[in-house]
């Protein structure tokens, strides 16, 4: 057991170590580095994050958090599955898809994240193409997370990396690695992870990136409303979430920082809205909106929950950018 106090003065000075340190080495790193290859890895899993203006690696307490904190699965109850498809710019053709389940104490977990394009090859000024070839890449996988007591989880990810380019194909290994702090009898949530640390066998750099969140939460008790049944009828309460990441790139972009407020009425619908700004001109900087929506089911199904999230991420230059997810808990 961590004592509250302490513990939170000890996560704050390991936070401020390790982003001064990543500041540092990333300053080193990015004087002499080009672009990192798998760029697809960037992609920012789910549409709830996205609400959030991708800060979620504090709050990390659904199944999202497998592409953001895999420490966060222990807040897995049982088993969760996740899927989104997010409409950009270019028709380009954003999905994800996560799964993760709980074993005892230990959570497993199994993830997919790719981006795929339709290109067109012509040899002379034609309105039809000579032919298409489908471009991008993907990563597939496996994750685990342990608590180490009441107060703190550990998980990890081990990825494969398969890019298909126009002429050749690249493949490589990734892993992610985090942690996650629950204090304050579980309002405060400190989560830090580092991402995409691996290898292409093409010689380009991974995306690495450190990510470091907080994330605080408040609710109500449950209110008892008078019934004609002997047992009352207990209501939710509203539940408020804030939370606020940092994004440090560590080969081919400037740090970014994310906030984000949620809002859960009567446990059954969600207002978010996010903001993201980084160190450079970066066309996804800016505002973010998104809701949610959340019932358990009937009959046949009512030992399952089912959460409908949805994100819209405006952007004058690139165009406005859509995800549509759905969570499912059984």
């Known amino acids: ?172 290994v990734a892993a992610d690695v985090g942690v996650i702090l629950n204090l304050l009898e579980n309002h405060l949530g400190i989560g830090i992870a580092v991402q995409n640390a691996g290898i292409l066998d093409g010689g380009e750099n991974l995306p690495i990136a450190l990510r470091a969140g907080l994330a605080y939460r408040t609710w109500k008790e449950p209110v008892a409303m008078e019934a004609e049944a002997e047992a009352p009828i207990m209501l939710p309460q509203d539940t408020w979430t804030l939370v606020a990441d940092a994004h440090l790139p560590l080969i081919d972009a400037n740090p970014s920082f994310h906030v984000g407020v949620e809002r859960w009425f009567y446990d059954s619908i969600a207002a978010r809205v996010g903001y993201r700004i980084s160190l450079n001109e970066n066309p996804s900087d800016g505002l973010a909106l998104g809701i949610g929506v959340r019932r358990s089911g009937e009959d046949m199904l009512a030992n399952v929950d089912f959460q409908f999230d949805y994100a819209f991420v405006p952007d004058p230059n690139l165009g406005n950018a859509h995800r549509v997810s759905f969570i499912t808990r059984f």
């Open 1 to 172: 057991m961590i004592p509250k106090r302490g513990g939170a003065v000890l996560i704050a000075m390991a936070l401020f170590i390790i982003i001064s340190a990543a500041s540092g080495v990333q300053a080193d790193i990015n004087d002499g580095a080009g672009t990192a290859g798998a760029a697809f890895l960037k992609i920012e899993g789910g549409s709830r994050p996205a609400g959030l203006g991708g800060a979620f690696a504090g709050l990390a307490n659904d199944i999202n958090t497998i592409f953001w904190n895999p420490a966060g699965l222990t807040a897995v109850q049982d088993r969760e599955l996740t899927a989104m498809q997010h409409f950009s710019f270019a028709d380009i053709n954003n999905n994800t898809i996560g799964y993760a389940q709980r074993a005892g104490q230990l959570v497993w977990g199994a993830s997919f994240l790719g981006s795929f394009t339709e290109i067109e090859r012509r040899q002379g000024p034609t309105e039809d193409p000579d032919s298409t070839a489908t471009v991008g890449g993907f990563a597939t996988g496996v994750s685990l997370a342990y608590p180490l007591g009441t107060a703190i989880s550990v998980g990890g990810t081990a990825k494969m990396i398969s890019q298909q380019l126009d002429i050749q194909n690249v493949y490589g």
